[in-house]
């Protein structure tokens, strides 16, 4: 019953425009009101994005949900919007992640609640568009703008050196963008359309695509982030208040990712093959190097900002060694396992570090402070919120059962059929994640207690328990049961490797 | 002879209206006390909006050249006029207040702001050498003492002085450049002169009288190296002044830049393509480089105006229809993004305190949260961003010089507009992440609240909804 509905429409422009709603509503005392409406949009866009799974087919490669209107026609600028295997999830991921951080921000924020609420539907509404955007100015639209309501959330609610973390956020990621923007206008003019999907079928010369991989790939690094591109992450994730950190961690980094399976493998596929040395590079070095930056951290949020850099890098990885397992056995199925594995990679990501952020949000509220030399022993006053961090803790580094175990296993699986060598660096971050995450833990959870004020720390409260209860949830499903992620993607999956074997010089 | 002379008389109804209201205005002004002045105001406003619906009701999409072919009335003139008239009656409905609160709410500035809007008019239409010169010096004149309204400041004298002697200076060259292509061609007549470029030998004083134009018309505009005198007059002028100053003659010197170099010059243009990738080059990089240095928000602007200046050559300089219209599209979206950001400074600004300072902004967002989140769209619209209008401006002209292979200078454009997001990120800092140091609440007529307001919105609406105005920049650049 749902397919006529203009679904997607509904998901992106219930929470921008219940947000504007928001904004203009008069001021009342108290703001509870606007906590409220802010926590029944985010479920009201959330219910409605749940069609999108219950009523998708998994065995074609089409878009599915697509609506295609003509909105810019002077410059054959199309409203398109249409989901595939890749999307939808990432979609579910939105909706879902903003209830959560709807919730979050309940109490936590004192000042100006309505613009906080709002700035977060927006910026829902604004990346479910980025999801499912299939003209390509449309979907640079939704790119950018996207910048402007994480802006002002890490300027207005952000810590101590805020403007300089929310600029340097900014002007890093627009600085990507642009690049990407020439290289849009760029197929533009040569195929005289702003669809991605007549960009998948363009001819371009070799020289041509390697210049558009490397627009891309400005674009996609920045946002992702690889190394060396990533020096913006660590800041903006300190200074931010922690639903901006979630939002950034569990969905802002995955539009990068994104980005490249949508745009860089599927419309520059030779580029990609020449250029995927650089690439598998780039990722094993954020994934081992970055990972024993983390290990020497002090501030609890930066060690979780770098631990999504390294553990980015496996999805990146994931879609970049197909070239060579394709190479080296022609395996289809090997190389999709790959993919694949890195759009679990991503999702679980999504839960686990937007779980870590808001167990040191949690922390944070209690003793504002994010050091983690003024912590210890809070498992004796704080008993069940340890029992939740301890275990969102395992699953960062990658505990069997939980979803951080399914997607890295993949990764490391298929590089396997690549190279040794790949795997075995790949494999290093077990050790590695395990060793920074869970010294973190040793220091903050167990021990003894050297700060006074810990004495002093209440146990979660029901809000607090809730969310982190359903995260809790949610990481373990999939961890001991990935099918129902895995089955949607697999044919989209297929269909991308085998249009990228097709060279299309 | 009297009869093909006054023949199709009847398309210049809207220039000879505004000649005659602007001196009547000027003499009932005359017998006016200073309490009944807003009738004088009300006059001005009421000649506006009946030439618009004149013009209004003369476009159609013919082409017809008048007055022994020295004025052209078609499809463009008439969409620039009407943009002139609307950026016209906005400035003014933005001053009326501001005006009163200095003393300087005189007939003087109203009647030498319709003499300026009847000089742009002639510019826009303007198919010769003559009547482009008139236009121009009539509207300069208008605009030197303009500027110098408020004599009792050293500051706007000072930069009435520097504004006219410069003026002077570009407007000698742009005659002296005239007068070179004139010797070559034997024509004033930009048709005529259009026809005669092909069959011309000698292209040394071509090139010279090409060259010598280009300083003139730069110089209007304030593109690097020709901009000195912008930032200064920005900032000395009374804020009312440079809101006129800052819209509607951009209008008008974006008519000029099309008249000569589209309309007479289109011969040349690998000529002066290449002038313009280096005047656009430079603007882009000193206008956005040294407004981040700046603390004076009118001289921010004016900066920030000299950048824009440097996108809109990009479109003209792509020499294809398509850029053409793009660069059209850019000048209507950057004027009124223009007049909102220098209404914003006005309804700051209050009796005896000028709000020119970047530091008057700082938790603008605490004051009054309407007016910070509508500064908040004028800033990202100038900066770019999505989805405001200033992004589709952006990508139009960019698109224009991708499309004739120019990708270094798209690529050197966005580099620059990168830079340039700094300082208008600056403000919303200010507005959003810093405390209010004043706190006094701003108040405002109703009236300008809502045009404010509309004006805002209409950057975010156009944003949204963009293709309306590009299609029409591109109907009638065909035409």
Redesign the interface.
Known sequence: MFLDWPLLSLVIWTPIVGGLLL?ALPKKEGSVNSRIIALLISILTFILSIPLYTDFNVTTVGMQFTQNVP?????KVNYHLGIDGISMPLILLTTFMTVIVVIAGWEVIKD?VE?YMAAFLIMEGLMVGVFSSLDA?LF??FW??L??PM??VI??WGGEN??YA??KF??YT??GS??M??AL??L??QSNSFEILDYHQLKIGLTAQILIFIAFLLAFAVKVPMWPVHTWLPDAHVEAPTGGSVILAAIMLKLGAYGFLRFSLPITPDASHELDWLMITLSLIAVVYIGFVALVQQDMKKLIAYSSISHMGFVTLGFFISYQILENSGNLDGAALGITGGIVQMISHGFISGAMFLCVGVMYDRLHSRQIKDYGGVVNHMPKFAAFMVFFAMANAGLPGTSGFVGEFMVILSSFKANFWYAFLAASTLIIGAAYTLWMIKRVIFGKVVNEAVTTMQDINKREFFFLAVLAFTVLLFGVWPAPLVEVMDVTVVNLLQHIMQSKL | MTATLLNNIHLAIPEIFILSMASIILVVDLFLTDKNRHITYLLSQLTLVVAFFLTLNLFSGDTFYIFSQTFVADPMSSVLKLGVYIATFVTFLYSKDYLKERNIFCGEYFVLGLFGVLGMMIMISASSFLTLYLGLELLSLCLYAMVALQRDSSIASESAMKYFVLGAIASGMLLYGMSMLYGVTGSLDLQVISQQLSSVTDKTILAFGLVFVIVGVAFKLGAVPFHMWLPDVYQGAPTAVTLFIATAPKIAAFAMLMRLLVGGLLEMHAQWQGILIILAVSSMAIGNIVAIAQTNLKRMLAYSAISHVGFLLLGVLSGTEEGFAASMFYIITYVLMSLASFGMIIIMSRKGFEADKLDDFKGL?ERN?WFA?MM?FIM?SMAG???FVG??AK??V??AV??VDL?WL??VA??F??IG??YY??I??LM??DKAVETQPIECATDLRWVFTLNAGLILFIGLM??SL??LC?QVVMS
């Open positions: 904004l909105w810019i026609e002077s410059f100006k613009q100015a640079y639209v950018e703008a910048l402007i802006f002002i300027g207005v805020r403007v929310t600029i900014f002007l627009f600085f642009v690049f923007l020439i206008l760029y533009y003019s | 967002n949260p989140f908040m990202f961003v999505p989805p992004f589709w990508l139009s960019l698109k991708v499309s990708l798209a690529a966005v580099v507009s990168i997001a700094f990120l600056r919303i800092k959003y992440f963009p293709d590009l299609a591109k």
